[in-house]
């Protein structure tokens, strides 16, 4: 999540509101994929980042 924080607030023109909103889910998604406490095995948050996009869509094109 935190390496998601600083990209999107490098990237220039992104609203600060929809920025939040795109660091707000990362974390959401990051908890979530915790096995007792620890980090998922790799590989583990990469489908629900990808469904979410599909979801969501409207989020991470934000940040397009």
């Known amino acids: 999540p935190e ?27 990051y908890e979530n994929s915790l096995v007792d406490g620890n980090p998922p095995k790799a590989g583990f948050v990469f489908p629900k980042v990808k469904f979410l996009s599909a979801s969501k869509g409207s989020i991470w094109r934000k940040l397009t």
Do not use: N, S
């Not at 390496?3 to 998604?29: F, H, M, S, T, Y």
């Open 3 to 29: 390496v998601v924080e600083k990209l999107v607030g490098l990237r220039e023109g992104i609203p600060r509101k929809d920025a939040k909103e795109v660091v707000q889910e990362c974390k959401e998604i």
